[in-house]
């Protein structure tokens, strides 16, 4: 019913810049919260940012001052720009979305996309 599909991962140098986009699409009546999201291997998925349909945002201590989540509601897409990369940043990279499906009962479910490879090497 709804997909996200996320783009925007690669290979990046220390210290160097990327940025993820995510777009929703399907039967979508409205999207709450979107997220970024991130696992890396041996290790649990941990929260990278959100952001509410109002443009409020919360960011994992790690990432604040380098990331900056934003999201273009016309378009159903989040986008997380990511600065002054880190080896530790290495991970998959997953979006989520909180969304009201365009149904008669309006139903709200959370949605994954299938994730981004972030590689930060020198």
Same mark, same amino acid.
């Given at each position: ?6 783009? +925007? ?6 210290? +160097? ?14 999207? &709450?919260?979107? +997220? ?18 109002? +443009?409020?945002?919360?960011?994992? &201590? ?9 999201? &273009? ?15 530790? &940043? ?33």
């Amino acid at each position: 019913q709804v997909q996200l599909v996320e783009s +925007g991962g690669g290979l990046v140098q220390p210290g +160097g810049s990327l940025r993820l986009s995510c777009a929703a699409s399907g039967s979508i009546f409205s999207i &709450d919260a979107m +997220g970024w999201y991130r696992q890396a291997p041996g290790k649990q998925r941990e929260l990278v940012a959100t952001i509410t349909s109002g +443009g409020n945002t919360n960011y994992a &201590d790690s990432v604040k001052g380098r990331f900056t989540i934003s999201r &273009d509601n016309a378009k159903n897409t989040v986008y997380l720009q990511m600065n002054s990369l880190k080896p530790e &940043d290495t991970a998959v990279y997953y979006c989520n979305a909180g969304v009201v499906i365009l149904t008669p009962t309006r139903g709200f479910n959370h949605y994954w996309g299938q994730g981004t490879q972030v590689t930060v090497s020198s």
